[in-house]
């Protein structure tokens, strides 16, 4: 079984690196991965399609060589074309409008209180010792509080997802705390 996969694959890396419409058509495999995620609301099929892509792309790079050497000059851009350009809105998009399904299957409990957010930066006379009060959306937060410690020392701030008791931005709250 593993030697006929084993050679199912080579047999397809070869037509890969022949063919011109096989690294073309693998971009629409990215690129419906992405919608597949988009559409059940989750990250995993939208990150495989991603690599997809990216891998693609080094694929596409060393196919138009191949094709280069053989002087099939035509047969190169379309494939070229496609990957730059998939590549171009694949950055646009995560740029201004990342996936992050994160939360999207997540109901919150019903016995918790949450404080309204805030529109904007709260006054002195807003904040007392007992209260953290949040400014933002989208997993980016500002907090303020007036809590007075009786020692010096050091205030933390941990976030975790309510739910699963995932530690929240692990990473960027310790570097910015």
């Known amino acids: 079984m ?9 047999k397809f890396l070869r037509a890969y690196f ?12 990215a690129v419906l991965l992405y919608f597949l995620g988009c559409l059940l609301r989750r990250d995993f099929p939208i990150d495989v399609g991603l690599v997809i892509l990216l891998l693609n792309c ?11 050497t053989r002087n099939k000059w035509i047969e190169i851009i379309l494939p070229t074309g496609l990957s730059v350009w998939l590549v171009y809105i694949t950055m646009l998009t995560y740029q201004y409008t990342p996936p992050d399904f994160y939360a999207s299957h997540k109901e919150i409990p019903d016995d918790i209180e949450f404080s309204p957010m ?7 006379s807003e ?13 980016s937060y500002s907090y303020y ?10 205030l933390y701030i941990r976030a975790y997802e309510i739910t699963a008791n ?3 931005s692990k990473s960027r709250m310790k570097d910015q705390s």
């Open 127 to 139: 904040l007392n010792a007992d209260t953290l009060l949040f400014l933002g959306s989208r997993g």
């Open 166 to 168: 995932d530690r929240l």
């Open 145 to 154: 509080t007036n809590y007075q410690p009786s020692d010096s020392g050091w």
């Open 58 to 68: 080094v694929g596409t790079f060393f196919a138009v060589i191949s094709l280069i």
């Open 18 to 29: 022949r063919e011109w419409y096989i690294p073309f058509s693998v971009n629409f495999v």
């Open 118 to 124: 805030l529109d904007s930066i709260p006054k002195k």
């Open 2 to 10: 593993l030697a006929f996969i084993s050679w199912q694959l080579s």
